[in-house]
């Protein structure tokens, strides 16, 4: 079973704790189905375990005749079909209203925001294991009803983003803080805790890399800035002798020329001076390198 549908059946596992929110989440895998019409809600569900949590949600707020009908899909991959409908009776059109929640009625209420959102995504969401990568889709049929939990989304200050993938609109999360905060939200707690336990530790794994790979840069640098330094200091050697460079000069090339791997910093310690004092002295000895050369070549 995949971790995605890990996610869901915790969630499955306990009703919503009031009849608003049982009514929201309804709402948002009826809407995400398209499963409203004027006088009955069908909806297909190709899972036994949502299919089982949508009827409990109808019986719990709905005292309405509703049926569940189980087929086989005629598709080349086939799969089981549950086949939810609340028919055509009298209550029917009162119930219908009553799931009908507005775009400010989900923003501004906090428990039909929670049970809308969990909704949407039994119905249609993908969580993918973070150990792989962060990532929370909502596939949606429709360019509309994207924009709609985009904009909750966004509102909620979540990082949000919608594109097209091929016959759906994908809206996605792909912020580790965010997706957390969706499994909170959904009560997936169980799953919360372990997907913050794998966070963590990536990013202890991903700042050790960054400081390694810091450290590897540092000191090949050192060895490069070493190297050039050697190099000058052996061709003033031979075109001039280092008993020509001033006093301050040739003991600081002595002291590169027996510490080719040491830093600016520690060639400073070991002479006593400051690393700009240093970096002084190195600078004037490539000013007279490259004199050497231009003479070189003007020969």
């Known amino acids: 079973m995949s971790y995605s549908s890990n996610v869901k059946i915790e969630i499955t596992k306990k009703l919503p704790p009031t009849k608003l929110e049982c009514l929201a989440e309804l709402f948002g895998m009826f809407e995400s189905k398209n499963a409203i019409f004027e006088n009955k809600i069908e909806i297909k569900i190709e899972n036994s375990t949502f299919a089982k949590r949508l009827y409990s949600l109808i019986k719990n707020v709905s005292s309405l005749k509703t049926g569940i009908k189980y087929s086989v899909s005629k598709k080349f991959m086939e799969h089981n079909v549950y086949t939810i409908t609340v028919y055509q009776q009298k209550g029917i059109r009162d119930f219908i209203n009553s799931l009908k929640f507005s775009y400010l009625?989900?923003?501004q209420n906090e428990e039909i925001y929670?049970?809308?959102?969990?909704?949407?995504?039994?119905s249609c969401g993908y969580i993918k294991d973070p150990?792989?990568?962060?990532?929370?889709?909502?596939f949606l049929d429709n360019e509309a009803l994207a924009d709609k939990v985009y904009n909750l989304l966004f509102s909620k200050k979540k990082k949000v983003s919608k594109t097209k993938k091929k016959n759906k609109v994908l809206v996605y999360l792909r912020n580790s803080e965010d997706i957390m905060d969706i499994l909170v939200l959904m009560d997936a707690l169980q799953h919360f805790f372990a997907y913050e336990e794998t966070t963590i530790i990536k990013n202890l794994k991903n700042k050790t890399i960054r400081e390694?790979?810091?450290e590897v840069a540092n000191e090949t640098k050192t060895l490069n800035t070493g190297n050039s330094q050697i190099k000058m200091i052996k061709y003033i050697g031979e075109k001039i002798g280092l008993n020509n460079l001033s006093p301050v000069l040739e003991e600081a090339a002595f002291f590169r020329l027996n510490n080719p791997e040491s830093s600016l910093q520690e060639l400073a310690d070991m002479i006593?001076?400051?690393k700009s004092g240093?970096?002084?002295?190195?600078?004037r000895i490539e000013e007279i390198y490259n004199s050497l050369l231009e003479e070189e070549k003007r020969k």
């Open 114 to 122: 929670k049970g809308y959102i969990r909704g949407v995504f039994i």
């Open 272 to 274: 006593k001076i400051s």
């Open 278 to 283: 240093i970096r002084n002295r190195f600078r």
């Open 131 to 138: 150990k792989k990568e962060y990532s929370l889709d909502l």
């Open 105 to 107: 009625d989900i923003l």
């Open 212 to 214: 390694m790979n810091w």
